[in-house]
C-alpha cells in the first residue's frame, strides 16, 4: 500500500535552493478514495504545501518530453523575470542611498564619493535581502508557476544553461532600468554648477 520515494527538500519551496534528499513513505494512489483519506490525513500546512506543489509542478502530459528551443527559451524567460526585479530593485536603491549619503554625510564625514557609493551598495545589498522574497512571491502570483519545464526536464545540462543565460539577460536589463535616478542626479548637478 506504501511505498518508499526520495524526495527533494530545503527550508524553502523553491526547487532551485533544495540541496538535500530525504526518504519519505507515501500511499500508492490509484483512485479518488485513496487520494481523498491521503489528503484528510494531512494537516492543514501539509495540504498548503501540497496545494503550492501541485500548482507550481507542471504536469508531464503538458510538457513535451524533448527540450526544444521554444521550452527552453519559455523557461528562460520565467527564469528572467525575478533577477529584473531584483537587478532594478538594487540599482535604483544603491543609487538613491549613494547620493543620499555622497550629499548629506559626506561633506560631514569628509568621505570620498567612491565610499558613498559603497555604503550606499551596502544599504541596496542589505534591502535586496528583505525585497528578494517579495519580488519573487509577485512573480509566482502574476505568472502562476515559476517554471514550464517538469523536475526531470530541469536537471538537464541544457536546461541549466538557458536558465542561467535567461537570469544574466534579466538581471542585465533590470540595471539598466534601475539606472533611472541618475536622469534625476545629472539634472540636479548640472542646474548647481550654471550660475
Known amino acids: 500500500m506504501f511505498r518508499n520515494v526520495g524526495l527533494r527538500c530545503g527550508r524553502t519551496l523553491n526547487p532551485i535552493f533544495c540541496k538535500r534528499s530525504i526518504s519519505v513513505l507515501r500511499p500508492e494512489i490509484k483512485d479518488e478514495q485513496t487520494a481523498k483519506i491521503f489528503v484528510t490525513s494531512l494537516s492543514q500546512s501539509e495540504r498548503e504545501f501540497l496545494e ?6 507542471p504536469t508531464n ?15 528562460a524567460t520565467y527564469s528572467a523575470i525575478p533577477f529584473l526585479g531584483f537587478g532594478f530593485l538594487d540599482n535604483t536603491i544603491m543609487l538613491c ?10 561633506s560631514v564625514l569628509g568621505i570620498s564619493t567612491l565610499t558613498a557609493a559603497a555604503l550606499g551598495n551596502l544599504v541596496s545589498d542589505v534591502a535586496g535581502i528583505g525585497t528578494a522574497g517579495t519580488v519573487e512571491c509577485n512573480v509566482k502570483k502574476l505568472l502562476g508557476r ?11 545540462k541544457r536546461s541549466h544553461w538557458w536558465v542561467f543565460g535567461g ?29
Do not use: F
Open 146 to 156: 515559476t517554471s514550464v519545464l517538469t523536475a526531470e526536464q530541469r536537471e538537464h
Open 97 to 106: 542611498a549613494g547620493e543620499y549619503i555622497d550629499s548629506s554625510l559626506g
Open 61 to 75: 502530459a503538458l510538457c513535451p518530453k524533448v527540450l526544444t528551443r521554444g521550452l527552453l527559451a519559455k523557461e
Open 52 to 57: 503550492y506543489a501541485l500548482k507550481s509542478e
Open 167 to 195: 537570469r544574466c539577460i534579466g538581471i542585465c536589463v533590470g540595471c539598466i532600468l534601475g539606472m533611472w535616478p541618475l536622469l534625476l542626479y545629472k539634472e540636479e548637478h548640472s542646474e548647481n554648477q550654471n550660475p
